[in-house]
């Protein structure tokens, strides 16, 4: 069985049984019995190893990952730096809680990420474990700063799963379906979500028809922050028309109001640059990140303006374990690899090869309503032909061939009729091309 993955493993698709083999569908009995229902699996294969743009399972198929553990190893399963920055700091301690004793690589991070995050503007960070804190505690700086209470949050938006993030999240199934009641002072308002407006909008119109709801149904006096996904992720990877964020970011500033980016699926490279917000220079009040910050460990911030982040009463943010020193070392070694390895270079490259690739392939497949993305966060939205009502059974059809053939992929969405891909940033070409060639020929038999 193979045990040791990172960028030697032999990066190829093989297939040895069907999936799940026999050595998986054994622990995926022992699964049922012992974890519960509600946490699901897209393919239940069991894995022994990954790295580079594979994943190796039980019963020794290698399988080419267009999903990252959802957009999480952009620099790679166990990235030579992260192992080795992890192993020499698990050797050396593993906790101390950076509120008890502090230690230089939390403090490492942060300045990474103050020179990282868009705007050149004094910044200071605060470390945590999951996506769903981060944006948690980004609303706590917002309303401790502001002295306001309301957070205003978009159709399609995905924040996470604990109680104040469930009521930012939009989609009820599966994530808030009978979980309320939800926390308060929540108000969604319309994103720009090109392939879907009525009419075609420019970017600015779209934050107009935003700003107005918040005007008329909130009061921009009573708004601590606004939050938003610059490209969304689970709400099926849109990408707002040219001029929406900027427009967004104005109206913030004009009325003090916090504006957060939540990047945490789209921030470290993903995108073809270091953060989604780069794109139109957008300049995040805070900037929420997590995901592929850390190579794999469990490690999320939030980052902005240090007057903004310094308006919290001391004690007031904090954890157990938020920025553990082992996934500090993590980050560090994941930074690295970003730099080395030009990733950011590299994920323009997926985008420009898989685009390209995709679009082609459109024009032969009417059931391919709209293809997006930006860098190697890419989509297509799968219709009834003719017509832009969402098609999820054809897409989960489509994306159960790819998966019985060896590529890993993920859907997403409100109508659950996207098919996203966010292979590792360090795939390499020979594995991208194969697995377009399975996804046209998943499209042909289905
Ligand atoms: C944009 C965005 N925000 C927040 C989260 C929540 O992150 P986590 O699952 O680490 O809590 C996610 C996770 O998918 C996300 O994509």
Redesign the pocket.
Same mark, same amino acid.
């Given at each position: 069985m193979t045990r040791i993955g990172g960028p030697s493993l032999p990066q190829e698709r093989r297939l040895t049984t069907e999936l799940p083999g026999p050595r998986s569908r054994e622990l995926l009995g022992r699964r049922e019995a012992a974890v519960a229902r509600g946490v699901s699996s897209t393919l239940p294969v069991f894995v022994t190893a990954a790295g580079g743009g594979v994943v190796v399972d039980a019963d020794g198929n290698s399988l080419i990952d267009l999903g990252s553990g959802?957009?999480v190893v952009s620099v790679g399963n166990s990235a030579e730096a992260v192992v080795r920055n992890v192993s020499e700091q698990v050797e050396a301690f593993t906790h101390t809680c950076f509120m008890v004793t502090p230690y230089e690589s939390y403090v490492a991070v942060c300045e990474e990420l103050a020179a990282l995050t868009p705007g050149d503007h004094p910044k200071k960070s605060a470390l945590f474990?999951?996506?769903?804190?981060?944006?948690e505690n980004a609303v706590k700086i917002a309303r401790a700063h502001s002295g306001r209470q309301a957070v205003v949050v978009f159709d399609h938006?995905?924040?996470?799963? *604990?109680n104040l993030?469930m009521a930012m999240t939009a989609k009820n199934m599966p994530y808030k379906h009978g979980f309320g009641p939800f926390a308060g002072e929540v108000y969604r308002v319309p994103l720009s979500y090109p392939f879907r407006e009525p009419v075609p909008m420019t970017g600015e119109a779209a934050a107009a028809r935003a700003t107005d709801l918040i005007d008329k149904q909130v009061g921009a006096d009573n708004v601590a922050c606004v939050v938003i996904?610059p490209i969304?992720?689970?709400g099926g990877f849109i990408e707002p028309a040219p001029g929406f964020l900027p427009a967004l970011a104005r109206y913030c500033r004009d009325n003090g109001i916090v504006f957060v980016a939540?990047?945490?699926? *789209?921030g470290l490279c993903r995108t073809g640059d270091w953060f989604a917000c780069d794109h139109e220079g957008v300049v995040p009040d805070l900037v929420?990140t997590?995901?592929g910050i850390a190579g794999g460990l469990?490690l999320?911030a939030v980052t902005g303006r240090a007057e903004i982040m310094d308006s919290v009463h001391v004690g007031g943010l904090g954890g157990t374990y938020g920025g553990n020193p082992v996934a500090c070392a993590a980050a560090l070694g994941a930074f690295t690899t970003m730099r080395e390895l030009d990733l950011v270079g590299r994920a323009r490259r997926i985008g420009d090869t898989m685009l390209t690739r995709l679009r082609s392939l459109q024009v032969g497949v009417p059931a391919i309503g709209d293809v997006r993305g930006r860098g190697a966060m890419v989509a297509v939205e799968i219709v009834v032909p003719g017509t832009t009502e969402p098609d999820p059974t054809t897409t989960a059809r489509v994306a159960a061939a790819c998966r019985a053939e060896g590529v890993l992929v993920l859907t997403a969405g409100t109508y659950g009729n996207v098919l996203r891909f966010l292979p590792p940033l360090v795939i390499p070409d020979h594995l991208l091309t194969e697995a377009l060639d399975v996804l046209e020929k998943s499209f042909a038999t289905v």
């Open positions: 959802i957009a474990n999951s996506g769903a804190e981060a944006v938006g995905y924040h996470g799963r *604990t993030t996904e969304q992720g689970e939540d990047e945490i699926q *789209t929420a997590a995901k469990p999320s």
